[in-house]
């Protein structure tokens, strides 16, 4: 008899452990996701911003150089 209670008691030992573990790996696996999420996003909005920024100095570029053009030219 205390035999059955020895190993009931090391197998609920052994379960909680693993169930321990198992959470805790979901745990860090939700981490983990949260902050490959935020870095993409925070990517995203910086090639969001380069981009606007660039076609802002290209559009900047193209009327200056059109105003000295007719300027110069016309």
Request: hydrophobic residues 60%.
């Amino acid at each position: 008899m205390d035999g059955i209670i020895i190993i009931t008691a090391i197998v609920t030992i052994i379960t909680t452990i693993t169930t321990v573990i198992i959470i805790t790996i979901i745990i860090i696996t939700i981490i983990v996701t949260t902050i490959t999420t935020i870095i993409v996003i925070i990517t995203a909005i910086v090639t969001i911003i380069t981009t606007i920024t660039t076609i802002i100095i290209i559009t900047t570029i193209i009327t200056i150089t059109s105003i000295v053009i007719i300027k110069t030219f016309g």
